[in-house]
């Protein structure tokens, strides 16, 4: 401020006071425009404002930080994508002397995954090198489970001619194997409620190539930046203003890797300005917590690059299968300019609704690429100068992927495993063996193909349906299920949710309900033999009545044994062994076999009303291929974590349905179902192996058949339930021969025949009579009879008598004495015997006994059954029962027991 000072009165030498002038006051020079900002910005009235404004943004930034971070972290707490997640195929088993060529093995295992050693790839992956003639193989170190390696390092020769394998040696120890198993196939990367699926890589799977690509595409100055690219920011303000699509800017993203990475984790996609400014938070952060590298691979598995067949294809993984068929580690130059493209719009630049303009897009990237260097000119333009190599869409889906059975195993997981989202990070081991899965849709589709054209006029051609499912009846596993003809089209699993209707395919339970009378004699004991007239017939039951037919209304007007009916699938005949066994029991039959329990029964049940999937027809026909035994159907094999860890370890369930000697007798029905009657074409189309069946007819097509090892059964129909109008042996049964050929090819060790129990007892018949043949008979034939069921050559057993008429008394002229061996238990039950001379003095007579008709011996009173017989003298049985013959089912003495007269 300025200074006044008194004026000096001092005189000046001389006495003249000075000329000089005299200060006055001092003034400070004016301050510049910037100090007087400054003044003003740290005045108190301003200072105090930012300061408490600063403190709030801090505590923001603080509290967001802390937020954002939880968040983030929760995310990484875990693995965000599981390497080796999702649903495997069974093992594949190698054997010496298999039919199976270098390239077919290659084949195989760059489908499991493998690379060539020395490769660019995941040192986690499996390995391979080829020699001259033979293959090495290391499996990845993702096959462990509960801490041991479950595949061996191989080393598989092969034969001269190069379509065998020759030897098999295991590289630990050098040894030499018979058998071998190859890490499965990953069928399928859907495992969560998304159908979302995804091959999840790593940063060094991804080609130098494809990695310029997405950078130059999406965010140039990736490897650069924290997380926020400014200049792309920039890029898409004045994107917003730029009409030309086409323009350079166009070419590139807005926001960073990571903001696309985080936006698609761990937001929401709405468009404002709060979700812009946490995405660009988040991606500082993240950037914090991960390298560049893995932020990168993230990217590339999480980003959206189109649909196929009604899944949505996440990552370049799983991209480089569905647009080329290829392992990420092969792609080119070109293929990967395609793929970087697609990330900007997967569905306006799909391939396969629009090749051209999929190819601009590719040029574009190749452009985009060499104007900033990242590649050259030449290989631009060498690249540009390529088609766009598409791998077929039609069918690929079915025969990689088994999508329906994919479908069946995530149904189950939801019984199996808690909590949402869980499967995506679990290896789900299953049962399906895709060497067969790929023939059954094979065998599938190419007998619709031919239906379509055969029956072009009476339906229009690809609205005809099918189903086939395969299974082990040892095991339970679910070895082939194809659902329908084409997935894109339609995802309903025929095989086990259609319920149908199976027709004669359910005849087998009647008849095998009728054979069961040996064991439980009620009204009769039926036999192979036991004749029916083939005629038409009215049947009342209920106060109802019901006249089944025979297809075509044809019919002998003769008696036909039951196993001739059965092989010539008579509809009355069934009907009537059902009405004498009563059709409760044989559903109740059926039900135990693992059919559904109708809510009431009627006679016409016994054709095959009840409807039923063929995954439950195939389980109940386990009871025949078992001898006895049914299996309930198994799909998972066993649930890992990600590191291997089990828990979950499927077992099946079963449950005896049949004796053994009845499904034996059973399945030699079957038998001659196939080689004489309505499934003889199965003999006609080549198939030499032992096999059983049952054709079925109702509205649809079946046909069931089985080994002693692979249970196979086929549907043919439509959706609609329309009339098919073909027989099963017309529709279904080509698909069956077909695939059953291929599984017999691939798996020689499932053909065979069942062991006969020794129960059984074979006697030479006339199959016109069901009577023992005799000497004169021109027809004859050997038939399997239960013990205790053969027919004989027997007499009506007499009226009961007191006990002391009931001796053996000879006839007049012989002196006959009868003594049976002493048992320790003997029945109370006496014999009779008749004997009489005949002209030459040789004796002839009968004689009844109580006999036990589960083992075909003489009865005591711990037999469960009793049955009354009578023999020709020295043909009757001499030894006794006893306990030990019925596993703890005995009688105890003195209480009740079913007992029978043989009429």
């Not at 404004?53 to 967001?64: A, E, F, H």
């Not at 946490?278 to 950037?287: D, F, N, P, R, V």
């Not at 095998?512 to 009215?538: G, S």
Request: net charge neutral; proline share 8%; aromatic share 8%.
């Amino acid at each position: 401020m300025p200074v006044r000072y008194p004026p000096d009165r001092t005189p000046a030498p001389g006495g003249k006071q000075s000329t000089r002038n005299r200060i006055v006051a001092y003034r400070e020079p004016p301050a510049h425009s910037w100090q007087r900002v400054a003044r003003r910005f740290f005045s108190p009235p301003v200072v105090i404002p930012l300061v408490f404004l600063g403190t709030i943004v801090i505590g923001v930034l603080i509290y967001y930080w802390t937020i954002f971070s939880h968040r983030i972290d929760n995310l990484l707490r875990g693995e965000v994508y599981t390497r080796s997640a999702g649903i495997y195929a069974a093992p594949k088993q190698l054997h010496v002397g298999e039919t199976l060529s270098q390239s077919d093995l290659l084949a195989y295992l760059k489908r499991a995954g493998y690379v060539e050693k020395g490769q660019q790839g995941e040192t986690a992956r499996g390995h391979f090198v080829i020699g001259d003639g033979m293959l090495e193989i290391e499996p990845s170190l993702d096959s462990s489970v509960d801490g041991r390696p479950q595949f061996d390092r191989l080393r598989v020769q092969f034969a001269r001619n190069g379509k065998s394998i020759s030897s098999i040696t295991d590289l630990e120890n050098n040894g030499k194997r018979d058998r071998a198993q190859l890490e499965p196939e990953l069928i399928s990367s859907v495992t969560g409620r998304e159908r979302a699926k995804r091959k999840v890589i790593g940063f060094n799977d991804l080609p130098p190539h494809l990695i310029k690509a997405i950078t130059v595409t999406e965010d140039r100055s990736f490897f650069e930046h924290y997380g926020v690219n400014i200049r792309g920011i920039l890029r898409a303000l004045i994107r917003r203003y730029d009409s030309d699509p086409n323009s350079p800017i166009a070419r590139q993203g807005g926001s960073s890797i990571t903001q696309q990475l985080v936006k698609n984790l761990l937001l929401s996609p709405e468009r404002t300005l709060r979700r812009k400014l946490a995405e660009a938070y988040m991606s500082i952060i993240l950037e914090t917590r991960l390298s560049k590298e893995q932020i990168f691979s993230l990217y590339c598995n999480q980003v959206y690059l189109g649909q196929q067949a009604g899944f949505s294809i996440n990552g370049f993984g799983e991209a480089a299968d569905a647009y080329f068929n290829k392992d990420v580690t092969n792609l080119t130059l070109s293929e990967s300019a395609f793929l970087s493209g697609l990330i900007r719009s997967p569905n306006r630049y799909n391939p396969y609704h629009d090749n051209g303009t999929a190819t601009a897009r590719r040029n574009q990237v190749l452009d985009s690429m060499a104007d900033t260097g990242a590649i050259s000119r030449e290989e631009a333009d060498k690249a540009k100068a390529e088609p766009l190599q598409l791998a077929p869409v039609k069918g690929r889906i079915d025969v990689s992927d088994a999508p329906y059975f994919a479908d069946f195993v995530q149904n189950q997981l939801g019984d199996m495993i808690a909590g949402p989202g869980a499967a995506e990070h679990l290896r789900i081991y299953t049962t399906i063996d895709m060497e067969l899965q790929r023939a059954a849709y094979n065998a599938l589709t190419k007998q619709l193909a031919a239906l379509d054209k055969i029956e072009a006029r009476r339906f229009e051609p690809g609205t005809l349906q099918a189903a086939l499912v395969a299974m082990n009846p040892k095991t339970g596993d679910i070895v082939a299920m194809v659902g329908g003809r084409d997935y894109a089209k339609s995802q309903l699993n025929r095989a086990a949710e259609a319920l149908r209707q199976p027709g004669s395919v359910f005849k087998p339970f009647v008849y095998a309900t009728a054979l069961n009378t040996a064991f439980d004699p009620v009204p009769r004991v039926i036999t192979p033999a036991t004749t029916y007239m083939d005629e038409p017939k009215t049947f009342t039951y209920d106060n109802q009545e019901y006249s089944p037919g025979n297809f075509g209304e044809t019919y002998s007007h003769a008696p036909v044994t039951l196993r001739d009916a059965l092989v010539h699938s008579l509809n009355v005949v069934t009907v009537d062994v059902a009405m004498e066994v009563t059709i409760g029991r044989v559903m109740s039959l059926a039900t135990k076999a693992g059919l559904p329990k109708p809510p009431r029964v009627y006679p016409a049940m016994a054709l095959g009303t009840s409807e039923a999937t063929p995954l439950q027809i195939a389980s109940a026909y386990t009871s025949f291929a078992n001898l006895g035994t049914r299996i309930t159907p198994v799909a998972i094999d066993r649930i890992t974590t990600g590191k291997g860890v089990t828990i979950a370890a499927p077992t099946p369930q079963k449950n005896e349905v049949l004796r053994p000697e009845v499904a034996y007798v059973m399945n030699s029905f079957m038998k001659d179902v196939v080689n004489r009657g309505t499934a003889a074409k199965v003999r006609a189309r080549g198939l030499k192996a032992n096999v059983a069946g049952k054709t079925g007819t109702s509205r649809d097509g079946w046909f069931a058949g089985f080994t002693p090892n692979l249970v196979c059964v086929v549907w043919v129909g439509f959706d609609d339930g329309s009339q098919l109008g073909l027989t099963g042996a017309n529709s279904a049964l080509p698909i069956w021969s077909d695939f059953m050929q291929a599984a017999l090819t691939e798996h020689p060790e499932w053909q065979g025949d069942w062991e006969m129990p020794a129960g059984i007892s074979q006697i030479e018949i006339n199959p016109t009579t069901g009577e023992l043949a005799k000497p004169e008979d021109v027809d004859k034939r050997v038939e399997l009879f239960i013990n205790g069921t053969n027919p004989g050559p027997e007499v009506p057993a007499p009226e009961e008598k007191p006990e002391e008429e009931n001796e053996a008394s000879p006839t007049p002229g012989a002196e006959t004495e009868v003594t049976p061996e002493p048992s320790p238990l003997p029945s109370p039950h006496k014999t009779k015997v008749e004997v009489k001379p005949d002209a030459g003095a040789r004796l002839e007579g009968t004689i009844t006994l109580d006999i036990d008709p589960t083992t075909g011996l003489i009865a005591v009173e711990t037999c469960p059954v009793v049955r009354t017989k009578t023999f020709v003298l020295g043909t009757e049985p001499k030894k006794y029962c006893g306990p030990e013959y019925h596993k703890g089912k005995t009688n105890e003495p003195g209480g009740t027991r079913p007992r029978v007269v043989n009429p």
